[in-house]
């Protein structure tokens, strides 16, 4: 079957990738010059079904509020007026309560998880790199209060069966040596051995060079304006270089989606939240993250990436606004130079800012459409990177008849006309 995917970061990239081992003749079609330059580009590096946990959760409004009210804020809203932000806002502050809260996370864990046994039996069957690493990660807390309520997680870790290791201070620091030189009060830690670390845009291109060995054409350069529609089916895509002809259209523009599904009369509450990261190259070697530090107070993901340190998080909502604010690089300097002191080359990092694509209920959109043979595969929010893989792997089982491995009902667009 011919099948063209919309967008080359991380998700459409997989998605190409696995369709086109089961047999597609497919077509990748991204309006930039090389496949993982948007979203996809400098992330966290975190690999974290253990982490994977909804933004709405009960208590995090009241958080929110506090978040917004700090010198070094975790969250800001700049621009909370857009109808489509506002109505986010909405749908994820009813999301907030344990019952939402238990289904998102179980759907989320459920994906996420799968993501990385299906990630780890194509890091077997291909030798792919980017800088991987398979050593935990690490959620550190400052205080007591965050250590105690640290409780409600590890509930909800020992429900769906996620290996946790819950440690004090000298245990953070034998499982991360560099904390030791820290001078900040550390009260505890909580690590999930089985998380994974890496460079999603160093994967992402080198599994774009794996689909075009098995046949995948990229059209980098070409953007898609329209999708047309002929008897309930999507008959051919428009570009900036011509309409291209298919049996089946997989949409994983990242933010690009919600307009482009949009013309075809369906609609999915996905918003672009922006974050921002650093990347450091190391100067001491010795006392470098061996792995990803979450920084509980400033929510900031700290990971190492080869001979390189990444910085990310912050949740900004600012429409689509991508400039690079330098308030933001002295929130993710200021989690890293206290907990790492003296570890990096800091007048040499690379700034950068994403769009995560999110929804309200933080789980991804992936599945079939009212529409017969259109698909989407988008809304990965803060986990883009830990879920690709799984989300990838499910899409092109629907669109190639092959029951999937997970339950997939919950996952699709029609969960939103359903609640
Ligand atoms: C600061 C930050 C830290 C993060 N940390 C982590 C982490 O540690 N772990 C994790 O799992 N996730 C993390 N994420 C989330 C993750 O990066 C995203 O969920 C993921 O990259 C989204 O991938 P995507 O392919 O959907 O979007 P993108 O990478 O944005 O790809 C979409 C592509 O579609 C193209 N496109 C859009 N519209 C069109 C059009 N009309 N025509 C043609 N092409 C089009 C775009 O050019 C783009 O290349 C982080 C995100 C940010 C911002």
Redesign the pocket.
Known sequence: MKVVV????????TTAYFLAKVGHEVTV????EA??????????????PGYASPWAAPGVPLKAARWLLMRHAPLIISRPFERDTLTWLFSTLMNCTSSRYAINKARMVRLASYSRDVLQQLRQDTGIRYDERALGTLQLFRTQAQLDAAESDIAVLREYGIPFELLDRQACELAEPGLARSPVEIAGGLRLPDDETGD?FIF?QALAGLAEALGVQFRFN????GLELEEQAVRRVM?THGAVVADAFVV??????R??VRQVGLDMPVVPV????LTIPIRDLQHAPVS?VLDETYKV?I?RLGDRIRI???AEIAGYDQSLKSGRARTLLHSFSTLFPEVGHMGEGAF??????MTPDSTPVVGETAIRNLYI??G?????????CGSARLLSDLISDRQPDIAFADLSLARYSST
């Not at 919309?6 to 990239?13: K, P, R, S, T, Y």
Request: hydrophobic share 30%.
């Open positions: 919309l967008g080359a970061g991380v998700i459409g990239v079609i991204e309006s930039r496949p993982g330059l948007e979203t996809s580009y400098a992330n966290a590096g975190e690999i974290s999603c992402t070409t953007r898609v304006e570009t994983a523009a990242g933010n690009g989606s307009q482009l922006k974050g921002y990261s990803t993901a990971t990310g998080g912050l950068w800012s994403g769009l995560r694509p595969n988008t990965h929010g803060t986990l883009g990177w830990t879920m690709a």
